[in-house]
């Protein structure tokens, strides 16, 4: 299915009025494939379902990578359309979801280093909120969410690879071995990324004496 001017519209009004619906349960792995056949045959109906049912989930995980939120339709954007140009190369062996995260990180990365090029540093001016629409509750007490939104803001000071798998791995409930294959490395390494990633944490959230860091989710998993 090639994104032409059709399917670049559907693909643009899709994602930039997103949240406005209610979003539509995950499809099983067998369930996508389907769904993804159909679109590659052209079929709109499909297409409009891959993008529903993955635009949020990706504006949430961009939105965290680059930390800009002018930015974050731009890449998704591109990503879906990306995503569609190349369906024909899907294998279908692999979730949708992790081929469109793949693409997306790549775009970041890209982002990333472009503005590093140009100002030396990247612009973090525009810093996520960390209260994305349709987000988990960690635990119903006030505290709790309270601590949630510490460690979130938190999270916006690691390191582009480590935000990432923080993210792929308490948001997005990936293993290790699908954020592997999303951030092009190793299973082992992204074990690493996540242990240096809660040391961090812990390390930035330390001089908060008295809070209970067991009821958040980063400090109560392991890889």
């Not at 090639?2 to 619906?21: D, K, L, S």
């Not at 280093?113 to 810093?127: Q, T, Y």
């Not at 999303?182 to 959230?205: C, D, F, G, N, Q």
Request: proline content about 2%; charged content about 25%.
């Amino acid at each position: 299915m090639q994104p032409g001017n059709e399917a670049v519209g559907i693909i643009r009004c899709m994602t930039t009025h997103r949240g406005q619906t209610e979003s539509p349960t995950r499809l099983s792995h067998e369930q996508e494939r389907l769904v993804v056949e159909r679109a590659r045959r052209g079929c709109e109906m499909a297409a409009r379902e891959l993008v529903d049912g993955h635009k949020d989930r990706l504006f949430a995980f961009v939105g965290r990578v680059i930390r800009n939120h002018h930015d974050v339709e731009e890449i998704c954007q591109a990503a879906f359309q990306r995503a569609f140009a190349k369906l024909e190369t899907f294998s279908a062996e692999y979730r949708f979801s992790t081929w469109l995260f793949t693409i997306a990180y790549r775009l970041c990365l890209n982002l990333l280093r472009r503005k590093r090029a140009l100002s030396g540093e990247v612009d973090f001016s525009g810093i996520a909120s960390p209260h994305e629409e349709g987000q988990e509750e960690l635990a119903s007490s006030e505290e709790a969410a309270r601590l949630k939104t510490l460690v979130w803001d938190a999270v916006d000071g690691l390191s582009t690879v480590q935000r990432a798998s923080v993210i792929l791995f308490y948001r997005e409930s990936l293993s290790c071995q699908e954020i592997g294959e999303i951030l092009e490395m190793p299973t082992a390494t992204v074990k690493s990324h996540l242990h240096r990633a809660r040391l961090r944490l812990k390390e930035k959230l330390a001089p908060m004496a008295g809070a209970d860091w067991n009821q958040v989710d980063v400090f109560q998993q392991s890889a």
